[in-house]
C-alpha cells in the first residue's frame, strides 16, 4: 500500500486540498512522492516522457519498479552533485517477476530497499512503532510453534 497526503501549501496557506501525489507508471510499478509538488510535476513529465521511449521501441518492455527505482535515484543525486536538488521524498512499489519491490529516495539521492517504509514525520513517530509490532508478532508466532 502506498498512500500520500492530498495538500499543496503556498507558504502557510494550505492552497490546494485535493491533489494526487501517487502516480500509477504502469501496471507494474507505483510512486508516491513527498515534498515540493512542483518538482513532482517536473519528475512526472520525465517519467512521461521515458513511458513514451519505452512505447515507441515497440520491444514489449517495459518499466519494472527496480529500474524506475534506479533511475530516480541517478537522477536525485545528479541533481544534488549539481546543487539544483529535487526536494523530494519519493517511495516507488510495485511487483516485480511475482516479487513485490519496495523502495525510498530522498531529496540527496540516497536509497534504500524495505519491507515497510514512510516519509516525512511518519519516519520518525510511526516507522518504529510498525516495526516493533513486526518483531512482537514474529517473537509470538515462534511461541505458539514451540509450544504445538
Known amino acids: 500500500m502506498i498512500a500520500a497526503d492530498a495538500l499543496v501549501s503556498y507558504g502557510s496557506l494550505a492552497r490546494f486540498q485535493d491533489v494526487k501525489r501517487v502516480f500509477k ?8 512522492t513527498g515534498g515540493d509538488f ?26 519494472k519498479p527496480k ?3 534506479n533511475w530516480l535515484t541517478r537522477i ?7 546543487f539544483e536538488p529535487l526536494w523530494l521524498d ?11 519491490f519496495l523502495g525510498h529516495i530522498d531529496l540527496r ?29 514474529r517473537h509470538s508466532l515462534n511461541r505458539k510453534l514451540q509450544n504445538w
Not at 519519493?90 to 513485490?100: A, K, L, Q, R, S
Open 38 to 63: 512542483a518538482d513532482f510535476q517536473s519528475i512526472q513529465r520525465s517519467i512521461n516522457d521515458k513511458m513514451v521511449d519505452d512505447i515507441c521501441h515497440d520491444d514489449t518492455i517495459s518499466l
Open 109 to 137: 539521492g540516497r536509497s534504500y530497499e524495505d519491507d515497510i517504509i514512510a516519509t516525512g514525520l511518519g519516519k520518525h513517530l510511526v516507522l518504529p512503532i510498525i516495526r516493533e509490532r513486526i518483531v512482537e508478532g
Open 76 to 82: 536525485l543525486y545528479n541533481r544534488r552533485s549539481k
Open 90 to 100: 519519493m517511495v516507488v512499489g510495485g511487483i516485480e517477476n511475482g516479487t513485490p
Open 67 to 69: 529500474s524506475l527505482y
Open 25 to 32: 507508471v504502469n501496471d507494474q510499478a507505483i510512486l508516491g
